[in-house]
């Protein structure tokens, strides 16, 4: 089975500190990551996924196979970054359903 | 480009009475996903249509809920008689057919069943 863990419901962080998303997850064969964002009155929208090894919006995400892990990363928050964040995972290739988290909520505060 | 479209953005209703949802995905996309996120809990998987047909429904909780693509444009989700944890926020994602995995979402329907 397929499971996506974020242990934190809320992260509160200052402005300018680094920020540091938890995403665990559980799956038997290469599983491909993304994460979603929601900000405050919009639709959830893909931020990035792992196989594009891109930073979108100053953040960054590394898949770590040993420790099943794939944590959202920025080095400076900042306020826009408010906001609902979803780790989730798929398989590869063909269709393969998708599987989200819990979500993390961001403040980060002034 | 309109995005994926989802109707009504809130609903409320008595429990036993029938709610249809619609959704309008991105013009073009075979492909379209209906999702589920009851309070405080995960955004769960419900079906997978490609074109007008189902691919994948093994998320569909039970036989209350009937999805509808017909002519493989805009679906629809029907949950009857609805009951109360039925209530929660019901999504509709679309992605074109070589990029099955980038899912495009609708704003969400918040269904209230009272």
């Known amino acids: 089975a397929q499971r996506v863990t974020q242990p934190e419901k809320l992260l509160s962080v200052f402005k300018g500190a680094p920020v540091e998303l938890k995403c665990n997850y559980s799956?038997?064969?290469?599983?491909?990551l993304f994460w979603y964002v929601q900000y405050s009155r919009q639709r959830l929208q893909l931020l990035l996924r792992h196989i594009s090894r891109e930073s979108i919006k100053g953040f960054t995400a590394d898949l770590n196979k040993g420790e099943t892990s794939f944590h959202l990363k920025k080095p400076f928050a900042q306020e826009e970054d408010s906001a609902m964040y979803y780790c989730a995972l798929s398989g590869r290739g063909g269709y393969q359903k998708v599987t989200f988290g819990t979500g993390t909520k961001l403040q980060v505060i002034p | 480009e309109a995005g994926v479209t989802q109707f009504p953005s809130h609903s409320v209703i008595e429990k036993g009475q029938t709610v249809t949802l619609r959704c309008d995905p991105i013009?073009?996309?075979?492909?379209l996903y209906w999702y589920r996120r009851v309070m405080g809990k995960e955004i769960k998987f419900l079906l997978h249509?490609?074109?007008?047909?189902?691919?994948?429904e093994s998320g569909m909780p039970n036989n209350r809920f009937l999805a509808e693509r017909t002519g493989g444009t805009y679906s629809t989700l029907k949950v009857q008689p609805a009951e109360l944890e039925d209530s929660g926020v019901y999504f509709c994602?679309?992605?074109?057919?070589?990029?099955?995995?980038?899912?495009?979402f609708g704003a969400g329907t918040r269904l209230s069943v009272l």
């Open positions: 799956y038997s064969g290469s599983p491909e």
């Open positions: 994602a679309s992605s074109q057919g070589h990029q099955k995995n980038i899912q495009y």
């Open positions: 013009s073009g996309h075979d492909n």
């Open positions: 249509f490609v074109k007008e047909s189902k691919q994948d």
